[in-house]
């Protein structure tokens, strides 16, 4: 089976917003309803525990829910209808929050890039640690099942089957997985964690519109002379906008001053 | 969540038996149409590329298959007559011993009557990783 690997940036939980900005112009059955005979069926396809949820991706909370409501901490078949997203959020291992946005953002936008028989055949799972009643992150997998879409595309409500997995994954990183379906492909995302403590920890200098056209020829192999050519400057300017970068991103070399670039998603 | 570990003795494929010890259709009113509704509903809860089959443990036999046949080596649309011995064949011969065990275990279970409301909602989760290279 063919497998592709894809790194992303991850987004920090100030720069997500659950609501994708779907718009409804019909008025939809209820999603429940829709979901239904699913849901029904998920108890036999279950592994070990579960729960499920429908998100309301236009309002950014979470519709309905059932199953194992132990599984999520401040959750009970009480209170766990109607909630704001930020509930479920606060559940996630702090560590795996800015990925798993990453993973959601991602998705949203390839939905709209797919034809509604595209996004049917995808099969998204995210894994991730989700912290219990009893105040312990356990391994879970996220399968988010046939999504309700607007017409270009945006998401409007999704449902999502959490298992514990706990019994098979006790280590290893947050990642998502995309089986599509049409072309018996799977897609791996992971997010690069460097890149998260440059976002976070250390603000990346300012860099000039032309001193970014520089880098990025750089990171493809370019010379000065080729460099020079491709932007129509003299090579003399470009050694100095490579001077300039070395020191901004304090890089010792080129080869170095590329690979900050890259970790810190720059290029 | 409780958690038990069981640790089970190896089966060798030699001495393991397909067919269920204590198994009789007699009394069984179960038609293959019973799996219509899941194998339907497979699509929407795969994680991966996978395929699907009914075994009749009476017989030791696989009475239906679906989904990427391509997975299990000799399988296509038009495999018939597939024994139960077609699918260990696929399996990576130092599973396969564990599989056996597993399977046997399975079948404990179940006999040793655990009880209708018990066994429905009892999941029983065989994983077979493929050796890199």
């Known amino acids: ?267 | 969540m409780q958690q038990k570990t069981a640790l089970l003795k190896p089966v060798d494929s030699q001495t393991f038996d397909p067919r269920s010890a204590t198994g009789s259709k007699k009394n069984c009113s179960v038609q293959i149409s019973h799996y219509k509704d899941y194998i339907s509903s497979l699509a929407n809860f795969a994680t991966g590329k996978n395929f699907w089959y009914i075994a009749d443990m009476a017989k030791g036999a696989i009475i239906k298959t679906g989904g990427n046949y391509e997975m299990a080596k000799g399988f296509s649309a038009e495999s018939e007559n597939v024994t139960a011995d077609d699918i260990f064949r696929c399996v990576h011969p130092e599973d396969l011993p564990f599989m056996l065990a597993c399977s046997n275990y399975v079948e404990s279970v179940f006999t040793n009557a655990i009880g209708i409301k018990k066994l429905i909602k009892a999941r029983f989760v065989r994983s077979v990783f493929k050796q890199p290279g």
């Open chain 1, 1 to 267: 089976m063919q497998s592709k690997i894809t790194i992303l940036k991850p987004v920090l939980p100030d720069l997500f917003d659950p609501k994708f900005g779907g718009s409804i112009t019909e008025s939809p059955s209820s999603p429940l309803k829709y979901y239904q005979p699913v849901i029904d069926h998920l108890t036999t396809f279950a592994i070990n525990k579960n729960f499920w949820y429908i998100a309301d991706m236009v309002e950014g909370v979470i519709l309905n829910m059932g199953g194992a409501y132990d599984m999520v901490h401040g959750f009970s078949a009480e209170n766990s209808n109607a909630r704001n997203a930020d509930d479920l959020f606060k559940a996630l291992h702090p560590d795996d929050l800015p990925l798993m946005f990453a993973y959601g953002k991602y998705l949203a936008g390839l939905y709209q890039q797919q034809s509604y028989r595209k996004r049917i055949a995808f099969k998204p799972t995210l894994y991730a640690r989700l912290l219990n009643d009893n105040m312990q992150y356990n391994w879970v997998m996220m399968q988010m099942i046939n999504p309700i879409t607007d017409t270009n595309g945006v998401p409007l409500f999704g449902l999502a089957f959490v298992t514990d997995i706990s019994h098979i994954k006790t280590d290893g990183v947050c990642f998502m997985s995309i089986y599509d379906s049409s072309t018996n492909s799977c897609s791996h995302f992971f997010c690069d964690k460097q890149h998260k403590v440059l976002t976070t920890l250390q603000p990346l200098p300012k860099i000039t519109k032309r001193g970014m056209d520089v880098l990025r020829l750089l990171s493809v192999g370019y010379n000065s002379k080729q460099i020079a050519a491709e932007l129509g400057i003299a090579i003399k300017t470009v050694d100095n906008h490579r001077q300039h970068l070395l020191s901004k991103m304090t890089a010792g070399s080129t080869a170095e001053l590329v690979a900050i670039a890259v970790k810190a998603g720059l290029i």
